[in-house]
Structure formats: structure tokens, C-alpha cells
């Protein structure tokens, strides 16, 4: 049984978000919100909480709040094909930021190594400072 027997706080505090969070996820139309009975206390119930999890899941393997509203929606608006091609966006996205931090971590490597020789006491000769200020690729 799927009592709504839970306050916000309680399900705030049990899909480890803030209150705001689930207020913030009813407002876009990520969480349903539940009729205000006489006593003015909203009752939830543990499905709330399910979905909480669902989201930030969702979240953490990189979709955004408008692509969980579209595909990941306890309603499932979305088509499993559509979820695939989602998702294959993703990896593709992943896979470019990964070559872009790639060559960062390279660059950042060859300036240390150029700082490692340079043996420059006057920060103003430093080799990675002028690099950085020269604008200049390493």
C-alpha cells in the first residue's frame, strides 16, 4: 500500500534533497503536487520519494531537468528510442569534453615541465606566467 503519509520534510530528508529541491521539482512539473487537505499539510507519499531518486539518477548521468521532464517523467512520455538517441547525445558530448581535457591535462603537463627547467626566481620570468599572459599554445 501507497499510504501519502510522509510531510516534505520527510521526503526531502529521506531522497537526500532539501525541501526547496522538491518544491522547486513540483513547480517545473517534475513532481506531482498533492491536494492541500482542511489541516493545510500536504501528505506524500514514498512514490514521491521513488521519483526524487529517479530524477537525480537521471541527473547525475548527465541529463538536464527538461530532458528528465521529457523522457524520464514517471508519466514515460518518452520512447525507448527516443531515451536511446538521448543517451547516445550524451556519450558523444562525453566523449568530445573528454578529448578537450585530454589536451588540457597535456598542456598543463608540458608547462609544468617547461617550469621544472626554468629555475626562474623572479615570478615575472616565470615560464607558465608568460604563456598565460602571451596567450601563446605550448
Keep these: ?7 516534505i520534510s520527510q ?4 531522497a537526500e534533497v532539501n525541501i526547496e529541491t522538491v518544491r522547486y521539482y513540483q513547480r517545473i512539473g517534475l513532481l506531482a503536487l498533492p491536494e492541500k487537505p482542511s489541516n493545510g499539510y500536504r501528505r506524500y507519499s514514498v512514490k514521491t520519494v521513488e521519483h526524487i531518486s529517479v530524477i ?3 541527473q547525475n548521468l548527465g541529463f538536464t531537468l527538461k530532458e528528465i521532464g521529457r ?3 514517471p508519466a514515460l512520455t518518452g520512447t525507448c528510442e527516443e531515451i536511446s538517441a ?28 617547461q617550469c ?22 605550448v
Design 1 to 7: 500500500m501507497n499510504l501519502p503519509n510522509l510531510t
Design 11 to 14: 521526503v526531502a530528508q529521506l
Design 56 to 58: 537525480k539518477r537521471a
Design 71 to 73: 523522457v524520464f517523467h
Design 86 to 113: 538521448l543517451t547516445a547525445s550524451k556519450v558523444k558530448l562525453l566523449e568530445h569534453k573528454l578529448a578537450e581535457l585530454t589536451q588540457l591535462k597535456n598542456t598543463l603537463v608540458e608547462l609544468t615541465g
Design 116 to 137: 621544472s627547467t626554468c629555475q626562474a626566481q623572479d615570478m615575472q620570468a616565470c615560464t607558465i606566467l608568460q604563456a598565460v599572459r602571451d596567450h601563446r599554445p
